[in-house]
């Protein structure tokens, strides 16, 4: 069976995929930031799926981290087989002139540069292995900019331009690189305020938010899939079609 790691797996999408990918049969391993607590209860509930579980904790936005995190789940679980780079920062929302440089590498580190380095560890492996499966999560923002800022919608769009040259790198290998973009999806990275909520689900397509699991249903589905690699799949009820 196929060992997995999903970073930012102890809350809202990073939870769920986790969770099918072990109704799938996969080892899960939950990396987290610092919601040890949460990690550890997703593990519980992949445990009670048959499945073996590991959580992690890293810090992303340090360069050493990606290496250290990936040995953590080979000294327990083995090989990883499955990389789902969940894990992600925003900020609220700026203007480009208020953007400053540090706000600009953290973001840049966690959300682009961590996913690179954690492919960079995983993939040759996969190679040799003849089986691999990266999936990197995006955003609608790195089609449309989005709300929150440059910093942000250009850390996401990175991600779609490293999946791409990564696939074309990996596809004679058994390996498929793939980038979902969700958008506003249910869960607490959303605005509490009913009447926010309210707004932002009348401004899509379908006239409601999306779920965890639709995101989740969607990842487990391009793991299962052999022959899907280098797409970007946006997962937003209509909001940006393309």
């Given at each position: 069976?196929?060992?997995s790691l999903?970073?930012?797996g102890?809350?809202?999408?990073g939870r769920?995929?986790?969770l099918?990918?072990?109704?799938?049969?996969?080892?899960?391993?939950i990396?987290?930031?610092a919601?040890?607590?949460?990690?550890?209860?997703v593990?519980r509930e992949v445990?009670a799926l048959?499945?073996r579980?590991?959580?992690?904790g890293?810090d992303?936005?340090?360069?050493?981290?990606?290496d250290?995190?990936?040995d953590?789940?080979?000294g327990?679980?083995g090989?990883?087989?499955?990389?789902?780079a969940?894990?992600?920062?925003?900020?609220?929302g700026r203007r480009?002139?208020e953007?400053?440089l540090?706000?600009?590498?953290?973001l840049?580190a966690v959300?682009?540069?961590?996913?690179?380095l954690?492919a960079r560890?995983?993939?040759p492996?996969m190679a040799?292995?003849?089986?691999?499966?990266?999936v990197?999560?995006s955003s609608?923002?790195?089609?449309?900019?989005g709300?929150?800022?440059?910093h942000?919608a250009?850390s996401?769009?990175g991600?779609?331009?490293?999946a791409?040259?990564?696939?074309?790198?990996?596809a004679?290998?058994?390996?498929t690189v793939n980038?979902?973009a969700?958008?506003?999806?249910?869960s607490?990275m959303?605005?509490a305020?009913p009447?926010t909520?309210a707004r932002l689900?009348?401004?899509?397509?379908?006239?409601?938010?999306g779920?965890?699991d639709?995101?989740?249903?969607?990842?487990?589905?391009?793991?299962r899939?052999?022959?899907l690699?280098?797409?970007?799949?946006l997962v937003d009820g209509?909001l940006?079609?393309?």
């Amino acid at each position: 069976m196929a060992t997995s790691l999903v970073t930012g797996g102890s809350r809202g999408i990073g939870r769920a995929i986790a969770l099918h990918l072990a109704r799938d049969g996969h080892d899960v391993a939950i990396g987290y930031a610092a919601s040890a607590d949460a990690a550890e209860a997703v593990a519980r509930e992949v445990r009670a799926l048959g499945r073996r579980a590991l959580t992690a904790g890293a810090d992303l936005a340090d360069p050493a981290a990606p290496d250290a995190l990936v040995d953590a789940v080979e000294g327990d679980l083995g090989p990883v087989d499955v990389l789902v780079a969940n894990a992600g920062v925003n900020t609220p929302g700026r203007r480009v002139e208020e953007i400053d440089l540090a706000e600009w590498d953290r973001l840049h580190a966690v959300n682009l540069r961590a996913p690179f380095l954690l492919a960079r560890r995983v993939l040759p492996g996969m190679a040799e292995r003849g089986f691999g499966r990266i999936v990197l999560l995006s955003s609608v923002a790195a089609y449309t900019g989005g709300i929150i800022g440059a910093h942000y919608a250009s850390s996401k769009a990175g991600l779609h331009g490293l999946a791409h040259s990564l696939a074309q790198q990996a596809a004679g290998s058994g390996v498929t690189v793939n980038v979902v973009a969700p958008a506003l999806i249910d869960s607490d990275m959303l605005p509490a305020d009913p009447d926010t909520r309210a707004r932002l689900a009348g401004s899509i397509p379908v006239g409601r938010l999306g779920t965890v699991d639709e995101v989740a249903d969607l990842v487990a589905a391009i793991v299962r899939n052999a022959y899907l690699t280098g797409q970007s799949i946006l997962v937003d009820g209509g909001l940006h079609p393309t």
